[in-house]
């Protein structure tokens, strides 16, 4: 039997299930509705499709390096719960040696390419995985980072995956630099490697902030000046990874620490988890209360 729109429509109406898995359970099951619901149930993905709607806030940042290449990657779930399941750990595994091996440019077309490019597409591989663990799941965000082989990677996880940061060394191999670099940028959180980074709008409007403090503190305008170039020097401090002083050895400045490996950090990605995303209100508690309820 023909598939068309109307039966598609009906039975993510009774499922809801996406229209392209309802169009393919019509298409595998000569377009007998009853048929088609049941091969929506057994793939688990009518079951995961009710999830969708759920806030999934928690999860992990996780990084895959295979050689050159490296991929920085989010995953969110409903609670921090699933990301110490042995399932959730090897999608995390899988969907990263994936993003090192395929190299798509966007999550949208991660999801549409076939897991490792064959079989399922990494869309009903995470649906499956929803399922299977019970909770939604879905992969936010991700990067994609190339080396030479006269580079580094620095690779840092925080809190078991809470804070995920990726480096790159140029012109050294000192990989223990490179993480430790990456490690400063998870406990720091700088927005800028350098400060030529900044743009000079910002820095403007810093400049004429510090300004107007200084002349409300009734400094004498000719020292003013002076005083806003230094307090700018302090701002650079806070928000340019280069100027700050590294984590492990204060008595020296990022950059100085890196110089010592005769490398350049020319970038970094942090990715925390959950971060800009609404968080869901309930507490254990109460959630705990809701399902004895029902």
Same mark, same amino acid.
Request: charge should be negative; aromatic fraction near 6%.
């Given at each position: 039997?023909?598939?068309?729109?109307?039966?598609?429509?009906?039975?993510?109406?009774?499922?809801?299930?996406?229209?392209?898995?309802?169009?393919?359970?019509?298409?595998?099951?000569?377009?007998?509705? $009853?048929?088609?619901?049941?091969?929506?149930?057994?793939?688990?993905?009518?079951?995961?499709?009710?999830?969708?709607d759920r806030i999934?806030?928690?999860?992990?940042?996780?990084?895959?390096?295979?050689?050159?290449?490296?991929?920085?990657?989010?995953?969110?779930?409903?609670?921090?719960?699933?990301?110490?399941?042995?399932?959730?750990?090897?999608?995390?595994? $899988?969907?990263?040696?994936?993003?090192?091996?395929?190299?798509?440019?966007?999550v949208e077309e991660?999801?549409?390419?076939?897991?490792?490019?064959?079989?399922?597409?990494?869309?009903?591989?995470i649906t499956d995985?929803?399922?299977?663990?019970? $909770?939604?799941?879905?992969?936010?965000?991700?990067?994609?980072?190339?080396?030479?082989?006269?580079?580094?990677?620095?690779?840092?996880?925080?809190?078991?995956?809470?804070?995920?940061?990726?480096?790159?060394?140029?012109?050294?191999?000192?990989?223990?630099?490179?993480?430790?670099?990456?490690?400063?940028?998870?406990?720091?959180?700088?927005?800028?490697?350098?400060?030529?980074?900044?743009?000079?709008?910002?820095?403007?409007?810093?400049?004429?902030?510090?300004?107007?403090?200084?002349?409300?503190?009734?400094?004498?305008?000719?020292?003013?000046?002076?005083?806003?170039?230094?307090?700018?020097?302090?701002?650079?401090?806070?928000?340019?990874?280069?100027?700050?002083?590294?984590?492990?050895?204060?008595?020296?400045?990022?950059?100085?620490?890196?110089?010592?490996?005769?490398?350049?950090?020319?970038?970094?990605?942090?990715?925390?988890?959950?971060?800009?995303?609404?968080?869901?209100?309930?507490?254990?508690?109460?959630?705990?209360?809701?399902?004895?309820?029902?």
């Amino acid at each position: 039997m023909a598939v068309n729109a109307k039966m598609v429509k009906e039975l993510r109406e009774k499922t809801g299930a996406g229209m392209m898995d309802c169009k393919k359970a019509l298409t595998e099951n000569d377009g007998d509705m $009853e048929k088609a619901m049941e091969w929506l149930r057994e793939k688990g993905i009518s079951k995961a499709q009710k999830k969708a709607d759920r806030i999934a806030a928690e999860g992990s940042a996780h990084i895959v390096v295979e050689g050159n290449t490296a991929a920085l990657f989010e995953v969110n779930c409903e609670t921090d719960f699933v990301t110490k399941n042995d399932q959730f750990k090897t999608l995390l595994q $899988e969907l990263g040696q994936h993003l090192v091996n395929q190299k798509p440019a966007t999550v949208e077309e991660a999801l549409e390419q076939k897991l490792h490019g064959e079989g399922n597409t990494i869309n009903e591989y995470i649906t499956d995985m929803v399922a299977k663990i019970g $909770e939604k799941i879905s992969l936010r965000r991700f990067v994609i980072k190339e080396k030479t082989d006269n580079d580094a990677f620095g690779a840092y996880m925080h809190m078991g995956g809470n804070i995920g940061v990726l480096t790159v060394l140029e012109g050294s191999t000192d990989e223990a630099v490179a993480k430790d670099v990456a490690m400063h940028v998870a406990a720091v959180n700088p927005r800028y490697v350098s400060r030529d980074e900044i743009p000079e709008s910002e820095v403007d409007s810093e400049r004429e902030v510090l300004k107007t403090q200084a002349l409300n503190e009734g400094k004498p305008e000719k020292i003013v000046e002076k005083m806003v170039e230094g307090r700018l020097n302090k701002f650079f401090e806070e928000i340019c990874l280069l100027e700050q002083s590294f984590v492990k050895d204060p008595d020296q400045k990022v950059k100085q620490y890196v110089a010592s490996s005769k490398g350049e950090i020319k970038g970094f990605v942090r990715f925390e988890v959950g971060e800009g995303m609404q968080k869901r209100e309930e507490n254990f508690a109460d959630e705990v209360m809701s399902q004895v309820k029902k």
